[in-house]
C-alpha cells in the first residue's frame, strides 16, 4: 500500500536501505507508540515522495516529517516533532531540541550524524549520504 496523503497526525519517512535509519526509526516508533498524537513512522519506499511533495534527493540526506497538512520539516525540526508528538518526556525531550535557541545546535548535530550514519551501529556503506 503507497501512502499518498499524510495522515492527520503526520508521517516521518525513513531511509529503508540504511539499517542505522531503520534501527533508529524502529525504536521511535516503539517509544512514541502509545502517544496518539504521535507521526506515524514509515519507509520512503512505502510512501508516493511525489504526491506528498517530499524531494527524494533530500530525503536521503535530510528525514522528511510530512505534516497532517501536507508542509514538511526536515532533519532535527522533523526528530522534535516526531518526539513532541509523543508522550512524556519524549515530548518534553522534543520540545526541547525544537526550541529556538536550540535548533541551530540540534542541526549542526543532525548534519554530523547524516554525514557519519554509515560509521554508527546498524550502518552500512548503502547509508552513505555523500
Known amino acids: 500500500m503507497t501512502l499518498t496523503a499524510p495522515p492527520p497526525q503526520g508521517v516521518l519517512l525513513y531511509d529503508p536501505d540504511c539499517g542505522f535509519c531503520t534501527r533508529t526509526a524502529r525504536i521511535l516508533q516503539r517509544l512514541t507508540a502509545p502517544a496518539q498524537a504521535a507521526a506515524t513512522v514509515a519507509p520512503m519506499t512505502d510512501a508516493d515522495l511525489d504526491a506528498l511533495a517530499v524531494d527524494p534527493v533530500r530525503a536521503r540526506r535530510e528525514i522528511p516529517l510530512v505534516r497532517g497538512d501536507g508542509t514538511v520539516v526536515w532533519g532535527a525540526r522533523a526528530i522534535a516533532e516526531a518526539l513532541s508528538g509523543g508522550p512524556a518526556p519524549l515530548r518534553w525531550v522534543?520540545?526541547?531540541?525544537?526550541?529556538?535557541?536550540?535548533?541551530?545546535?540540534?542541526?549542526?548535530?543532525?548534519?554530523?550524524?547524516?554525514?557519519?550514519?554509515?560509521?554508527?551501529?546498524?550502518?552500512?556503506?548503502?547509508?552513505?549520504?555523500?
Open 94 to 130: 522534543g520540545r526541547g531540541i525544537g526550541a529556538p535557541p536550540v535548533i541551530p545546535v540540534a542541526e549542526r548535530i543532525y548534519a554530523w550524524v547524516a554525514d557519519n550514519r554509515y560509521r554508527l551501529p546498524g550502518g552500512s556503506e548503502s547509508c552513505r549520504t555523500r
